[in-house]
């Protein structure tokens, strides 16, 4: 084992982490810890834009984003949250074209910007044009231009470190509302892939910015790697949980196979239609159509699914049609989705309609954290030297549903929020001590896997989990349906106690991480389904059958789990709940 | 299932850790300094422009040489002697010369650079290849301007 | 304008949609490498029954998942964005994401297809079967300051560029650094000292942006006994470009904006 010491360790290398180490290595000695090599990370697969109100090609302003980011989120963002988002995300994009992104022109030579579901001018009057892009590569971008600035900068990177726990030592003098002393973060303990070597870093502060959970899903968007390990090491170290039930259904996911076609094929002019080749958003939505946020657009699809309009043989999915748009606006702003639609299907979208779903995307929980970035411990106290960003984080700015350019902009607004303060916490304290064989839970937690005899493999346990998660925790939930997938998940955490890895060496051991990473799914699984029982309403993203509409008197409010141990040793996920921020817009009815 | 080994594999001490396969020449995490100099630039360059008129010196050469006038039949040390009387032809050959023995020399280095994996058989290859090209080279040069027509 | 309809379906559409699978049995032969158990490598035969429109990631994740848990790759993303799993296929560099089987399974011969090799990518450190060290790689990529400087005072907005001056160097903004291209090259196979083909399409990226003012210090560097003048154009790079970069015609570029400037 070795012991290292920094001021700020960031873990995760995304875009949130790189725009966090951007700021934070210029003033304190920074280590970022990742399990991939950066420009891996899933940042590079978002492809339509970063929203911000430049008002480069029509009349917008921040207020109006403001705005349209709180009714996305169906009231359960922090408006106070979103105001920040929707104000910097100026100055934002401002930066990273200083950087030297390459976004799309106008003819005056300024950054160009296109459509996007939920973005509107005057409050839900039209579709604005807001979203800045670069083709359809703007998550690439601005992941490679952010890994260029890393670079320049010199930061520092540990590639291929998995981080596996979350060192968190007593503070006597807070008390937590559950009547447990407060938490300082002492460092994290990670675990080297290319030698099997644990490694336990020392920080004064530390930043989470591991990106997200989807594999917990079977059509999902998200890579292979997006296992929620951050969420799941704070969670087992008893911090809790905001909002996990709320998970993004993006409309436009390849069938089957789950990759993202960009919302700004629609922002184009793309039109989704059913096998009789009716635009049925016009029926679901009839001033934005196409545009309406992520999960009206994912309920209408399935409407039609279930309702027989479905197209195919087996009626399970719609057409995104892109054959009235010239091949060289495809060719122009569209390329990569094209070439996938031409890789994967083997069809030409110029001529072809593109076979879709709805694929699991984003989520909008994770750590709860304050404007500062700083991660909560507690409805009232904060975790000090500990910072999230990201998708693992939530502000909340995104609340029940997130608006589509939105995740570019969190990760680079409060990347640079948690890069500059958790520098600033670093500059002004001392290291914690580190608590007495800091590397306990890790050892165990891989030896177990490592020596464990039993008969279970992780793809099997991992595959039931999607397809129970698929089946009964996706767009459409009921009471039924989510006990159902209680249940599956508590059978699969007992077959998990019972898997065994068959490589045994200590060299690039993926199999062992493989395992590793199911169990931190299996946990979030869980608390998702927990927080989606509970929450008896339909809200953005979550949406039950049979509490088919929003619930303001009850639950206008965040969820937190906890995971609490009892005497026995048994654990289990305690629901509580944290006020909504609110400043000056009221709640409505959510109509586009 | 595995079903095959096609090539056998079996260690000797199972044990043991084997040493990865480097390959050849890896780049360091050093920054290789820079020397300021437009040398590589003016080789690459060279070899296309020496190519093209190579082209032309070499064809004319073989053409006279080979085909006119009764093609190789002709050629005798008196044929030689008359030529070389001639500046046109002395500057010819010797710029024929010139051009063809550095244009293959840097062809060579280049191979030599590409292929040679240890820093010591580059430096050697590379002196022989030098050496015979100067000597060669100089050689060449002093035949053509002190051909004496009258030896004998 | 066109609607889709049932009934206006192209044939490819149709195939794309067809739910039955037609499942055919092949074998994948994967150069394995453990040195933790063996010195040598060995070519290991995998047979599989599969849909052959799947991934050959996919077929890569049966093995792990079913067969043989130590069987070790990078992959992430899984289409073709993230430039984790290049290997060599078929003796081809490719992303393991973004070829289908199908395409890579050839004609069967008396019923049985040949063997689909799979070899880590050449000219970087194998450590365990095909994941290599990617550090020489990126150190290459490090050293052609692939990053924007540029000189003179911030403007307080975006700085300007035209269309046409983006488009200048859109096609190298692509890169993955999937080192598909640069370890497709014969000249780095021999020889690490060469930045390759990816260092330089990153630095041409920057060379040819309008916005950045260090081109000439790119190009003192790729001036070097180890930069662009090693290239022997043999279009390797080009063909094994996962994004469909044109590598080669960039690498001539960097040649062609060193002979206009130096002379």
């Not at chain 1, 160009?112 to 998550?139: K, L, M």
Request: glycine share 8%; with cysteine.
């Amino acid at each position: 084992m070795q012991i290292h010491k920094y001021d700020t360790v960031i873990v995760g290398a995304g875009g949130a982490g790189m725009r966090a180490a951007i700021e934070a290595s210029p003033r304190s000695r920074t280590a970022v810890l990742t399990k991939l090599y950066p420009t891996r990370s899933h940042t590079g697969a978002a492809q339509g834009g970063m929203a911000a109100a430049l008002a480069n090609v029509e009349e917008d302003n921040w207020e109006w984003h403001t705005f349209d980011t709180i009714k996305g989120g169906d009231y359960l963002v922090d408006q106070d949250s979103a105001e920040i988002l929707a104000k910097e995300a100026i100055d934002a994009v401002l930066d990273l074209e200083k950087m030297g992104l390459p976004f799309n022109r106008t003819a005056e030579g300024n950054i160009d910007q296109r459509r996007f579901g939920g973005h509107t001018r005057q409050h839900g009057e039209a579709p604005v044009r807001r979203a800045c892009y670069a083709a359809d590569r703007t998550g690439h971008m601005i992941l490679q231009t952010l890994y260029q600035n890393c670079v320049k900068q010199g930061v520092e990177f540990f590639n291929e470190y998995y981080v596996l726990d979350l060192l968190l030592v007593d503070d006597p003098e807070v008390t937590l509302a559950s009547g447990e002393p407060g938490k300082r973060v002492a460092g994290v303990v990670s675990y080297e892939l290319a030698t099997g070597e644990i490694h336990v870093f020392q920080a004064k502060s530390v930043i989470f910015a591991s990106g997200g959970a989807g594999k917990f899903f079977k059509v999902t968007s998200n890579a292979h790697t997006l296992t929620g390990d951050g969420q799941a090491a704070a969670f087992r170290r008893g911090l809790p949980l905001e909002d996990m039930e709320f998970f993004q259904f993006h409309p436009t996911g390849i069938w089957r196979m789950g990759i993202l076609l960009t919302e700004g094929a629609r922002g184009e002019g793309g039109i989704l239609r059913n096998k009789d080749g009716e635009r049925f958003m016009e029926k679901y939505a009839p001033v934005m159509k196409d545009l309406a946020s992520r999960d009206v657009v994912s309920r209408a699809i399935y409407t039609e699914i279930r309702e027989g309009r479905g197209c195919g043989p087996e009626g399970d999915h719609v057409y995104l049609d892109l054959t009235h748009l010239p091949p060289e606006q495809l060719d122009a702003k569209l390329p990569d989705i094209t070439e996938f639609a031409r890789t994967y299907l083997g069809i030409e979208p110029y001529t072809d309609p593109i076979p879709i779903q709805p694929t699991a995307h984003y989520a909008m929980g994770g750590m709860p954290t304050n404007n500062d970035g700083e991660v909560l411990a507690d409805n009232d106290h904060i975790v000090p030297g500990l910072y999230a960003a990201g998708e693992v984080a939530c502000v909340s700015v995104h609340g029940a549903n997130r608006l589509g350019t939105n995740s570019l902009l969190d990760i680079n607004v409060f990347g640079k929020r948690c890069g500059i303060n958790a520098a600033e916490y670093a500059a002004t304290h001392e290291h914690v001590e580190l608590p007495e064989n800091p590397e306990t839970l890790v050892v165990e937690l891989l030896e177990g896997l490592r020596t464990g005899t039993g008969t279970e493999k992780v793809h099997e346990v991992r595959t039931a989990l999607q397809e129970s998660m698929d089946a009964n925790a996706m767009v459409f939930r009921t009471e039924q349906t989510l006990k159902q997938a209680a249940e599956d998940i508590r059978e699969l955490k007992m077959r998990y106690r019972n898997v065994s890895v068959q490589d045994k060496g200590k060299r690039f051991n993926t199999d062992l991480l493989e395992a590793v990473e199911l169990g931190n799914l299996l946990d979030l699984a869980e608390v998702l389904v927990a927080g989606a029982l509970a929450r008896e309403e339909s809200r953005g993203g979550h949406y039950r059958e049979d509490f088919p509409t929003r619930d303001d008197v009850n639950f206008m409010r965040h969820t937190m789990a906890y995971r609490e141990v009892d005497e026995s040793g048994k654990d289990a996920i305690r629901l509580d709940y944290k006020p909504v921020v609110q400043t000056r817009y009221q709640p409505m009815e959510r109509k586009y | 299932m595995a079903t095959t080994e096609t090539t056998p594999g079996a260690p000797e001490n199972p044990g043991a850790v084997a040493p990865v396969i480097e390959p050849p020449r890896k780049r360091t995490a050093r920054t290789p300094r820079s020397t300021r100099t437009n040398f590589e630039l003016f080789a690459w360059l060279f070899m296309r422009l020496s190519g093209i008129v190579l082209v032309i010196l070499v064809l004319g050469h073989l053409l006279i040489q080979l085909y006119l006038d009764g093609g190789i039949t002709k050629v005798s040390f008196a044929f030689v002697a008359g030529r070389w009387s001639n500046p046109w032809w002395q500057v010819w050959d010797l710029v024929m010369l010139w051009l063809a023995m550095l244009h293959g020399a840097n062809g060579l280095r280049t191979v030599i650079n590409d292929y040679a994996e240890r820093a010591a058989t580059r430096a050697w290859l590379k002196a022989l290849l030098y050496a015979a090209t100067v000597f060669t080279v100089l050689l060449g040069t002093l035949v053509i301007f002190t051909f004496d027509p009258n030896i004998s | 304008m066109s609607t889709a309809t049932e009934d206006k379906h192209s044939a490819a559409l149709d195939a794309a949609e067809s739910g039955a699978t037609q499942h055919v049995t092949f074998r994948l032969r994967i150069r394995r490498f453990n040195p933790e158990q063996a010195a040598e490598p060995v070519w290991v035969d995998y047979e599989l029954s599969m849909d052959p429109k799947e991934k050959l990631l996919d077929a890569l994740h049966k093995v792990k998942w079913e067969i043989d848990g130590t069987l070790t790759f990078r992959r992430s993303c899984a289409h073709g964005i993230c430039g984790s799993d290049a290997m060599r296929i078929n003796g081809k560099n490719r992303l393991a994401c973004k070829t289908l089987i199908k395409d890579v399974l050839g004609k069967p011969k008396n019923g049985v297809y040949k063997p689909i090799t799979v070899e880590p990518i050449k000219g970087l450190t194998v450590l365990k079967d095909l994941v290599v060290d990617m550090d020489p790689f990126f150190q290459a990529f490090r050293d052609v300051m692939p990053f924007l400087v540029a000189k003179g005072n911030e403007p307080t907005r975006e700085r300007k560029q035209s269309i046409e001056d983006r488009a200048r160097f859109d096609d190298t903004t692509k890169c993955i650094l999937c080192a598909a291209c640069t370890s497709s090259c014969p000249v780095f196979w021999n020889d690490g000292q060469y930045f390759g083909p990816a260092a330089i399409v990153n630095a041409h990226r920057f060379i040819f942006d309008s916005r950045d003012d260090a081109g000439e210090q790119r190009l003192e560097i790729l001036n070097e006994k180890d930069g662009v003048w090693r290239c022997r154009t043999t279009f390797n790079c080009t063909d094994a470009c996962p994004r469909g970069i044109q590598v080669t015609q960039a690498i001539q570029e960097v040649k062609r904006a060193l002979i206009t400037r130096r002379i």
